[in-house]
């Protein structure tokens, strides 16, 4: 979800209260006007008497709650914790990302792990001992950022703009972590295979 659609959430609550501002106003005339008696009966009369203003006022608290909603039901066509290999999904079910840094990230990893899967068919062992190795050490790190930011979202004070770029990064955590294990079972097998 962008952070534009995340940042009107507030403005739509501002324009329903200024709206329900402006309809309390012109209870308050109405009383002084026509001499009703007591607050509450001249509001609700208000209300009544403008149907177009509480239609609206409705159709904007939805739209309010829909987007609140959608910041945490939006997610990728596929479910990620599903998936085994990332790298066989077809490109228009690829993961979402809200931030451009890592759509393009996402992108090169792509390219960089299909890359080393053809170089794995031909490399020599000491070559995928070594990659093993770091992919290894790599993937306790892609781990430990992952478990920092479930944290940090399970903290619940985090701004609407903080929340979308820490799921953003989680989703890129996830994915990493993913076709990092695939890699690494891969080398394993060849490992494995190479000493026999």
Known sequence: MNHDRLNSIPSDEKILKTRA???ADDADEMDQDEGFGGGGGAYASAF???ETSLQMIEALEKEAKRRGLDEEVEEDLVDL?????????PEDQFPRFTLA???ARFLRM????KNKQEWLEVAPLSGVQKMFKQQTKELVGIRA???DFEMELETGTLTPSQRSYRRDEL????VHEKMA???IAKMQVKIKSGRR
């Open 81 to 89: 914790d599903q998936i085994d290999d990332i790298l066989a999904l």
């Open 145 to 147: 950022s992952k478990l």
């Open 181 to 183: 294990v695939n890699l």
């Open 101 to 103: 840094k890592n759509k």
């Open 110 to 113: 792509v390219s960089w792990y």
């Open 21 to 23: 501002d402006e309809l």
């Open 171 to 174: 989703k890129m955590c996830k």
């Open 48 to 50: 009544d008497g403008d």
